[in-house]
Structure formats: structure tokens, C-alpha cells
């Protein structure tokens, strides 16, 4: 079975958001231009004989932007209007990007409960071994050591397991020899284990922060794959995944969650780490407070609370001058 997608169409004008036609674009400007509302008038003005202008003006006045009363043709401030078309056209795409994310999220448990069950019925067999805590150390070690090219993580809470004392140093040792490694972690991690990040940044580790991180992930090299027996849970069991196709799928999930992430700029740099640079990076790109609390996983208040700390840490009176200043001290 093959899936054939198409690539969206760009429409030939912003206008059809608002159930317009190709060409209306520009009869709506010279509407806006005209200084007579008489539909008779108008079929001179706009160059349009009366059937096919009564047909715009029906379009017209299905989208919200004129009211036609009698034979007067009233047009609505285009701001009002149009304004409401593009917040419920955004409210859709994001409705529709949620969808396919929690669609992208399902696949991997849904390739393992295939798997299984495919065991199970004794058609072939798949490269998945489930492992215990007992010697985790061991398994990293042995894992690293097996395989070449990037160690890939999502890593939603690592720093908080005691086994991570021992994984780190591997890691930083891994790439000590050359190897690539790329993580994301949590935005909170810039709070919680500020050391962590720091460390591997500075051996040379690419970090990435996202507000969440659906489950834990490491892959070594497109070799192997280590994940949580339960999705997003620590029973203290792993699948050690070798199967080609799922250390791929696997992988591919990593990609998507890095696409969406952010870089931190100035890790570990004083005086403002963390947050606090994403914040001034978010504010610097003109994101309005719900979309930062949204990127940073953090609540719209917090976001205010610390807009406001900032601003009065830089002297600043208002955004932008905080944004000069931030520039101003090396911040960003």
C-alpha cells in the first residue's frame, strides 16, 4: 500500500481565506478606492457589467466585507473584518498541526504493538529486546561502543535518574573521540540542571529545548535505539531496538522534534542564561506573550512576571529598549 501526498496549493491570492474568487483581489481594491457607493456608478468605476457586479458584491457580502442596502453599497472597514478571517483561518491550521502531531506521536508505539504482534503470530521476527535496570551502564557503554556516526536524545528528564551520573560521562568521553551527538531537553532543564546542559555544550554536544518531550529517546548512530517499554514512562524497563525500519521511524520522530526546537543561545554565559536568553530571543523576533509561554512551556503570567524582572534588570522602559540594551551588554 503506498501513500501519495500532494503538495498544498499556494492560492493565487490571500484574499480566498475569506471565500473569495481569483481576480476579486483586485476588484476589492478599487472598491476601497471608490468614492461612489450607487451600484450603477460603481459598474462604471470598477469596469464591470451590473450582472457580474452584483455577483462580486453577493461574494463580497458573504465574506463581510460590504453591506449592500437597496441600491447603495456600503463598505466595512477592511482591518475589522479581515483581522477576524485571518485569527479563525490560524485557529484552523493550528487545530490541524496539533492533529498531526498527536498523529506523528502515535506511530512509534503503533510499529511496536505491530511488531509484537507479529511475533507473536510467528511471522518473522523483529530485532527488539526487552531489557531490565540491572547493569544500564553496561548497555549505554556496549551500545556507544557498537555503533558510529551521531548519538541522537530526547532526553525529558535524564538528569533527575541516578544512572545518569554514569551515562554523562560516557557521552562527553564519546565525544571527546569524535563523535556527534545532538539533544533536546525540556525547556525547564535550563533551570533544573543548568550544569548538565552546560557540560555537554561545551564538549561540543548540540542542545535544543522544547516547552515538552513525548517520551525518552537515544540513538546510536541509526544502529540501535533505546526507548521506555511504556511510552512516555520510566518502569525501569527498555526496548533495545535494532530493527532497521523502527530505529529509522524512531529517528525520523527525533528529526521532527529538533525541527521544532530552539537553540540556546549563549549556554552558560553570564549574566543571562536560560530562559531569560530565550525570552529575550522570543521578544527580539517581536513573539507576542501567548506565543512565548507556548514555545517555552511556561504560563502566560510567568512570562509576564519575567518580562517585567528583565526589563527592570536592563533599565528599560519598554521592550524594544531592553531588546537595544540586551544587544547592548552581549546578551544576544
Given amino acids: 500500500m503506498s501513500f501519495v501526498t500532494s503538495k498544498p496549493e499556494v492560492p493565487s491570492s490571500p484574499l480566498l481565506l475569506a471565500g473569495l474568487q481569483p481576480g476579486d483581489e483586485q476588484v476589492y481594491r478599487r472598491l476601497l478606492r471608490a468614492t461612489v457607493s450607487e451600484r450603477e456608478r460603481l459598474t462604471e468605476v470598477l469596469g464591470l457589467p451590473m450582472a457580474e457586479l452584483d455577483e462580486v458584491l453577493a461574494r463580497f457580502e458573504a465574506a463581510g466585507l460590504v453591506h449592500l442596502v437597496g ?57 527488539v529486546e526487552a531489557v531490565g535496570s540491572s547493569d544500564i551502564s553496561g548497555l549505554f557503554r556496549g551500545l556507544i561502543e557498537e555503533s558510529t556516526g551521531d548519538l541522537l536524545w530526547l532526553r525529558p528528564d535524564q538528569w533527575r535518574l541516578p ?16 563523535r556527534g551527538s545532538r539533544a533536546v531537553y525540556p525547556t525547564r532543564a535550563l533551570e533544573e540542571a543548568p550544569q548538565v546542559l552546560r557540560a555537554r555544550a561545551e564538549a561540543g554536544e548540540q542542545l535544543r529545548v522544547v516547552a515538552s518531550i513525548p517520551t525518552r529517546i537515544a540513538i546510536f548512530g541509526g544502529t540501535a535505539a533505546l526507548i521506555p517499554d511504556r511510552w512516555g514512562e520510566n518502569s525501569g524497563r527498555r526496548l533495545v531496538v535494532r530493527e ?53 512551556g511556561i504560563s502566560l503570567r510567568t512570562v509576564r512576571r519575567r518580562v517585567a524582572d528583565m526589563m527592570a534588570e536592563l533599565g528599560a522602559e519598554s521592550r524594544f529598549q531592553a531588546g537595544v540594551e540586551a544587544v547592548r551588554r552581549g546578551w544576544i
Fill in 71 to 127: 441600491d447603495e453599497v456600503r463598505v466595512e472597514p477592511p482591518l475589522e473584518v479581515l483581522a477576524h478571517v485571518a485569527e479563525a483561518e490560524t485557529e484552523r491550521l493550528r487545530a490541524e498541526y496539533e492533529a498531526v502531531e498527536a498523529f506523528r506521536r502515535l506511530i512509534p508505539g503503533l510499529v511496536l504493538e505491530h511488531s509484537a504482534a507479529t511475533r507473536q503470530a510467528g511471522v518473522g521476527t523483529v530485532d
Fill in 163 to 178: 544512572v545518569s551520573s554514569t551515562i554523562d560521562p560516557m557521552v562527553l568521553e564519546a565525544l571527546r573521540a569524535g
Fill in 244 to 296: 532497521h525500519a523502527l530505529v529509522g521511524a524512531l529517528t525520523a520522530l527525533f528529526e521532527q522534534v529538533w525541527e521544532r526546537a530552539m537553540t540556546v543561545p549563549g549556554l552558560g554565559g553570564e549574566p543571562a542564561e536560560g530562559v531569560q536568553r530565550l525570552l529575550l530571543v522570543q521578544l527580539a523576533h517581536g513573539a507576542k506573550d501567548e506565543q512565548i509561554a507556548r514555545a517555552l
